[in-house]
């Protein structure tokens, strides 16, 4: 059966330090990959969006970047945060089928900047 | 931007009474979903429907989908204390690449 990895559940950064979110997707194949941003309350922001390695959209501009290196993991990162990044992120995954769209969560990283 | 966006923001109801939620959309798609959060956890898949379905039902859910005034609508009936959640539509839209953009979601509390 296929699991989702996303780690850490909770991270408190300083301002201005480097961050690294990793997800991972465990059996099944050229999975469609995403990155999503929650704020308290509200609805899931599109940040980055993979349909394969080293293929990668941008949804919005940002303080953030998102690579692919292998098929089924899927990185977030940042040089320098901002306090505007704090939020739940999401990673999530969905079969490479037009017609079965299903996408499957992470646990999610609530990550503070202080 | 969002593409789903849903109405009510949020929702109070006594248990076993029905909750209604809806969503609008602003392009022609392929599918619409409906997911649910409990608070501070990810997303969990309800039901998906295709472009060319009018309604569907799983369990106590009932999921229907209007193409021509681009809006639908998911019903919860006999509601329980443990369906309080947030309840998010999903669209996928060849025109905007499949990628799955969600709406601002609706906070239903269910009291017992």
């Known amino acids: ?114 | 931007s969002q593409q789903g966006e849903e109405d009510p923001q949020a929702l109070s109801i006594q248990e076993g009474e029905n909750a209604t939620m809806n969503c609008s959309y602003k392009t022609s798609i392929n599918n619409l979903q409906w997911y649910r959060q409990n608070s501070g956890r990810g997303l969990v898949h309800l039901i998906l429907i295709r472009s060319n379905e009018r309604e569907k039902h799983s369990g106590r859910l009932r999921v229907t989908l209007d193409t021509s005034k681009k809006s639908s609508s998911l019903l919860i009936t006999a509601s329980r204390a443990a369906d309080t959640a947030s309840y998010f539509c999903a669209t996928d839209a060849e025109a905007a690449g499949n990628k799955l953009t969600f709406g601002g979601g609706t906070r239903v509390l269910v009291k017992p």
Do not use: M
């Open chain 1, 1 to 114: 059966s296929q699991t989702i990895h996303q780690w850490p559940a909770t991270l408190v950064q300083p301002v201005g330090s480097p961050l690294s979110l990793e997800c991972t997707v465990e059996g099944t194949s050229n999975p469609n990959l995403y990155w999503y941003r929650q704020a308290a309350g509200r609805g899931l922001q599109l940040l980055f969006y993979s349909v394969g390695i080293g293929q990668i959209s941008s949804e919005v501009p940002q303080n953030l970047s998102a690579s692919r290196p292998q098929d089924r993991q899927f990185i977030l990162s940042s040089k320098k945060l901002l306090l505007s990044d704090s939020g739940f992120y999401l990673c999530a995954w969905s079969p490479l089928d037009r017609d079965n769209t299903e996408a499957f969560f992470g646990q999610g990283t609530r990550l503070t900047v202080v």
